[in-house]
């Protein structure tokens, strides 16, 4: 009735400012971080390279936490669902690309990982007119394998045992095997979606 107070319950909204965020941030100045390691003394210094690799986990474990702590703890914000993705993404392509310059993986690794994500990011764009698409099936555990894979080569297995370099590459093909899958599997369910969807008026 006008004039009375209303009896709904009030929802409160997550503060930008919130724990999940700040790891996401913390996520996204690590970046630059890790270039710099990975680059120093021309990329193959044994020490830089662990830095390296010791920034780039610290980044994926603070990748693991904050979603997790955003959905548990109502600290989803609409910053979050923005910037979460746009750190993860930055983190990947850097240490792909910072590796492939240094001629550490080739080229068409990181070109079929960066196009899968970045056609994948442009697709949600596109659609979120209409909602959001959940995630493909397997995305965490592509996101998973891919980050261990480039963990193994941001690491100085050379100084180590062939072995090492065998199982990076190992795993390394099944992160590409997973990035393409969830990727199809994504645009079917995209295209799917967009059949079952009304017209618009």
Do not use: C
Not at 38 to 67: C, N, Q, S, Y
Not at 102 to 131: C, K, N, Q, S
């Amino acid at each position: 009735m006008p004039g009375q107070p209303s009896t709904d319950p009030v929802v409160p909204r997550a503060r930008v400012a919130n724990l999940a965020n700040v790891l996401t941030g913390i996520r996204m100045a690590l970046v630059p971080v890790f270039l710099v390691f990975l680059f120093t003394d021309g990329g193959h210094e044994f020490f830089w390279r662990m830095a390296a690799f010791t920034v780039f986990a610290v980044a994926v474990i603070t990748d693991r936490f904050d979603g997790a702590l955003a959905r548990s703890y109502g600290m989803v914000t609409e910053f979050g669902a923005l910037a979460d993705p746009i750190a993860d993404k930055a983190l990947i392509g850097a240490a792909l690309i910072g590796l492939s310059m240094l001629g550490d993986l080739p080229w068409w690794v990181t070109a079929v990982v960066l196009a899968r994500e970045i056609g994948i990011t442009l697709m949600r764009l596109a659609v979120l007119r209409h909602g959001v698409i959940p995630a493909s099936r397997g995305g965490k555990l592509k996101t998973t394998v891919q980050a261990v894979a480039i963990g193994l080569f941001v690491m100085p297995l050379y100084a180590w045992s062939p072995v090492w370099t065998t199982v990076a590459w190992a795993i390394m093909w099944a992160a590409v095997v997973l990035t393409v899958l969830t990727g199809a599997d994504y645009v079917v369910s995209a295209i799917r979606d967009s059949r079952g969807r009304p017209a618009d008026n």
